[in-house]
Every structure is written in C-alpha cells, then in structure tokens.
C-alpha cells in the first residue's frame, strides 16, 4: 500500500528540525531536493526505507559550525548538539526529535544497535551535563524504544533525570516552521504522494531498442574475443566473469537513462552502494542505460556510456574475495584489443572497459597523466 505522505506531516517537520540542526536556514531547499529525486524512485512508499534516504541526504555536506553559528543561531540549550561528532550528533538529535526506536535509528545510520546505545548514552550526559538542571528528579525509560528482541540499550539511560530530557526535547519542538516552511513542508508531502509511476523513459522505442542491442552486440563481441591472458591482477578471472555477465545482457534489461554520470549516485545509494565516487574525466558523461545484477553475492550496477564506447560497473569487491594493493589506483590488464581497468575507493569498486589498448582507456581516465 502506497504511503500517505498527507497524514505525515509529523515526519516531515522532524526532518526538517533535523535538518535545521545540521544545515541552517538551507534546511527546507534541502528536504524539497530530496523528496523531488524520492518521489521517482519506489521506496517513497515506506516509511523507514523514505526516512533512511532522507536522513541519508542531510547529513551529507553539512556546513562548518561556525558558518552555522554565525547564520542560524539555536537556542542556547541546543547550541552544542551542533558541537557533537558524527555519527553522536545524528543519534542524538534524531532520537529526540522522530518516533522511530533505537533499533531503527542505529540502522538507517549503519550503526549495530548495541554499540548506538553506548553512543546515546555518552553523548546524551555530555549534553546534560551543559543544559540548566531542573528541580525535578525522577527518571525515565530510555530515549528510544528498542524492540523486545533486541539487547537493552545502556543501562545508564535509564537513570537520566526526566526533567532534563523533557526540557532538551521542549527544546527540539520549539523549533517550529513559520507558515510559509509549513506551507512547503505539505508541498513536499504532495509531491512525494503524486510520485511518477515511473522514471524512466518507455522501453518500446524502436529508435532507442535498436541502438542499445547495437551497442550491447557491439560489447558482447569485444568480449568473446578476449584470450585466455595470464592473470596480472588478483581476481582477474573473476572480474572477467563479472564483465561478461553484464554485457551478455538482453536489451530490455537495460533502463534508459538520460543523465549526467555524477548525478547517479542517489540511484546506485539505493541499490546498496555508498562510498560513490567517479575519475574527475568521467563527471560530465552522458549515461545511456543502467541495470543491476547479483553475482556472487555481491550487487552489481552496470552503466553504459555511448561517447566512449564503455561500460562501468559499480560493485562491493569484498564479497568477492578481490583484493587491491591501494586505492585510488587504476589496475589495468588486457587480453588482445580490449582493455579494461579496475580501482577501488572506500567500499565501492569500478570496472572500466573498452575495446581497444591500455594507452586508449588510461586517456579516458587518466588524460593528464602520461602513457605507459
């Protein structure tokens, strides 16, 4: 069942004052940025998997404190959450301010949940050891609800003064929209409700149909006359296998896309890719087409590009046992007139290839440095 962004409002604006928190005033242009690529993309219609995105986003490129400080001062009381490191500034303020439990959180962060609570707990008596102490002293379950399954969070928790948590989070829900960011909040909502069935363009275009079999025979040849080379990188062989597998696709299997190669990081985030990253001569590529695959247990996302005649593909290398001797190093090897090259960068690995020799491919990817 499609969710009713109408009736969520409440996780809208605690998105916003999370991203207040982390951004400033630029709080707002951010969430609509984000719901207009969310609102292409199906997992708009669930809750946490929309949550995770969101959350995702804002904390990406938050601006230095001082800038914060200077341009969209807090209350004092929640000035040092600002001060905190990430990810204890993200737990903290998300744990205070939306309905989801522990559980949840610690998983839309990448955080194991056992090692959330310890972080909670810690960042939580740094900021309540700052804030005015009231009169009141009981105590309180923890911030958020961890399901039954799951282990307790730190005991600690249990022991905060109520007063004190109920004040910082008085705090948070101070911190409300004005009419014209409440009247922007339910735009967001409409526009994440009127999502686009789809994103791409039709596949029964003759035109198009015709010209991506072309280039996937084109690939598919290229690599059927690749000899059976002696193996010059660890895990040659397997790569070989994984490239063959992404050009022996049929055409249907392809997605149209019309984009610029920077701008599809979001699409390859949600296939479980992170860490995204591109040579500096491939931003501005045209894509043609993508699709993903599993091989080996790991998730590929396989990219054409028509100018150079290319296919990239994104993966995980660890599930397939590939190692690297340093990052941000292009590994060539080649059999015959065909040429491919492989570099890893955090936790996600490209496979670049063409048909043609060494010297053509490290021009595409490396135009300023001299042939080899």
Known sequence: MSLQWSNEIPLLLSLWRFASILHGKDALDLLHRTAIILSRRPESSDRFQAFTFFTRKIRRGTPPLAILEKSAPLPNSLQPLRSLPEPERSLLCLSLCSDFPLAKISSALGIHQLDAAKLLDESLQKI?????????????????????????????????????????????????????????????????????????????????????????????????LLSQSSRSLEGEQKLKSLLENATQAE??????????????????????????????????????AVRTFPFEGSRVAAVLLPEQQMILCFFDPTPLDISFPNENVWNYFQSGNNTAAVAIRGRLCILAAIRGTRAQLQNILQPDKPNS
Do not use: M
Not at 187 to 213: H, K, N, Q, T, V
Not at 252 to 279: H, K, N, R
């Open 251 to 288: 055409a249907t299997e392809y997605e149209p896309v019309s984009t610029s190669l920077d701008q599809i990081d979001d699409w390859l985030a949600l296939q479980g890719l992170d860490d995204f990253w591109l040579p500096n001569s491939l931003l501005d590529s045209k894509a043609l």
């Open 128 to 224: 309540l050891a700052i804030i005015p102490s009231p009169d009141a002293n009981p105590t309180i379950p923890p911030l958020s609800p961890v399901d039954n399954s799951s282990p307790p969070p730190n005991a600690s928790l249990n022991s905060t003064p109520i007063s004190k948590i109920q004040f910082l989070r008085s705090e948070i829900n101070s911190l409300q929209p004005n009419s014209h960011q409440l009247d922007s909040l339910k735009e967001i909502a409409l526009l994440l409700e009127r999502r686009s069935a789809s994103w791409i363009p039709s596949l029964r275009d003759p035109a198009f149909l015709g010209f991506l079999a072309a280039c996937l025979l084109f690939l598919a040849i290229a690599w059927w």
